[in-house]
């Protein structure tokens, strides 16, 4: 069974950097196309950032470009999203979204920028 596990959200201040973790645990993630989507309240999940199972192509929302990296660590089976310069509006559950012939959800990870 596929199991993913977000960390490393919190309370930073505008200006500041988080790096968020997606641990995947049931298979290996060679494999799998790695996202990262976020919920702020009363407002539809939304994609922020994408990378291929070989990590040679990413994508990016137009919101975070230039501020927010994705990467992936095939061998910790692990994807990662550092967020500089955060701002307000990035306030939101942040979820983790494997994907190979199914989507596997982690819980989230909630992160709040706020002064």
């Known amino acids: 069974q596929v199991q993913v596990v977000e960390s490393g959200g919190g309370l930073v201040q505008p200006g500041g950097s988080l790096r968020l973790s997606c641990l995947v645990s049931?298979?290996?993630?060679?494999?799998?196309?790695m996202s990262w989507y976020r919920q702020a309240p009363g407002k539809e999940r939304e994609s922020v950032a994408e990378i291929s199972s070989g990590g040679s192509s990413s994508n990016y929302v137009d919101s975070v470009k230039g501020r927010f990296t994705i990467s992936r660590d095939n061998a910790k089976n692990t994807a990662y999203l550092q967020m500089n310069s955060l701002k307000p509006e990035d306030t939101a559950v942040y979820y983790c979204n494997a994907i190979r012939f199914r989507g596997y959800w982690g819980q989230g990870t909630q992160v709040t920028v706020s002064s």
């Open positions: 049931g298979d290996t993630i060679r494999n799998y196309h």
